[in-house]
């Protein structure tokens, strides 16, 4: 029995005993906090459902940032989860940390506020800090975090600036921590599937990828909308997914880019960031991915690639439940279409668990930020081409 096997069989691990955590307790429904909808009024509501499952020992997560993801995702995906748990949160609205943390059985002594930070340093049963604060605030807290000596885990997109990435990177190399971005797609079962498809040659070389990921915003005064806060406006946010799934997918860097980016000029939505881009990878292999990302379409959001023996889709694509994965295949002369019937799981539990194995086992994780840093590298180049209507060439290791 080798270590990962024993640590899934029983639980155990050789971590101080302070860091391992009794099985979360199933979340109280009652008194729970209910967010306001920021999508437009005919997107459909994405809250997780049940069940809360028991679990082992955990890695302690401190979540910073009690929004719409982390009450309707994060925080409910510890229950899926198999060695995590949630133990600390950071809020700057204590009434309402106070009730999540009753919820889902956390010491009140273990919420904190933004000034009050640094105490998690103090908090052994924290051993990891989960960022998912607005992207213009995740440089801030990512080295703060590392600072006080945490593994970070940090929400896409990694940052509002390669520069701010690049920081830090530096950052948590030089706290010697553990730095993860949270590319959920990246541990999803279907996206997972596709991608070892892929890799076992079953469609020839990839030539074309199609990809959205759109949605239609609703209230105009979000910080998504807010450049400051944001960092952009649909490319960084939604349609950073098709620019990773591209790479990730193909297992190859994209070497030039073009875009056409839109800001209606009436639209109060939009004043600071696009409400729309298109833009095209192309890939020194010959592949080339087609992607385009809007704030002001209802949810649309799937990819398809085409390889030189198959095409293969995923509709949708980036979805927290409901993924659908096709692709034909060549049997002899004849072409036939498969749906494989692959399990859904919480990608969000998978993500947190690959994680705690990193931090339980010393191993680097998959998405680490160089992989968030060579998105914003391309992100750059985008802009630029849409800005300047050229095509911008990128060099074929961007970090
Ligand atoms: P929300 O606006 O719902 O929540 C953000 C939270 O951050 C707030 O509730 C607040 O928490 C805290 N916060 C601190 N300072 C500010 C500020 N100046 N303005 C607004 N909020 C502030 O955002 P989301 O939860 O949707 O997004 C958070 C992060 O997660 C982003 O980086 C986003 O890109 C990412 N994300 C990733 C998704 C994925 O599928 N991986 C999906 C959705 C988002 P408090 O009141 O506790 O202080």
Redesign the pocket.
Known sequence: MNRREFVRSVGAVSVAPTALMQEPQKPNQENAVQ?SQ?HGASEQDEKAPGPFLPGRRRVGYAIV??????LD?ILPAFGSSQYCAPVALV???KT??LRIADQYGIDSASVYG?DSFERLADNPRVQAIYV????G??EEYVLRAAKIKKHILC???MARTSAEARRMIAGCAAANVKLMI?Y?QQYEPHNMALRDRVASGAMGKLRGFISSNSQQQGDPS??RLNLK?AGGGCLP?VGLYCLNAARFLSGEEPNEVSATLWQPKNDPRFREVEASCSFTLKFSSGFVASCSTSYDVHKSQFLRLEGEKAWAELSPAFG?HGNKLRYSQLQGEVETEFTPQIEEKNQFALEMDHFAECILENRAPRTPGEEGLRDHIIMEAIYEAGRTRRSVTLSGSPV
């Open positions: 967010l920021i940032g009690l929004g719409r993801l982390s995702q809020s700057g609205d309402k940390a933004y998912v604060l607005p992207n605030l995740h929400e896409k997109p949270a959920r979000q910080w806060l946010d927290y």
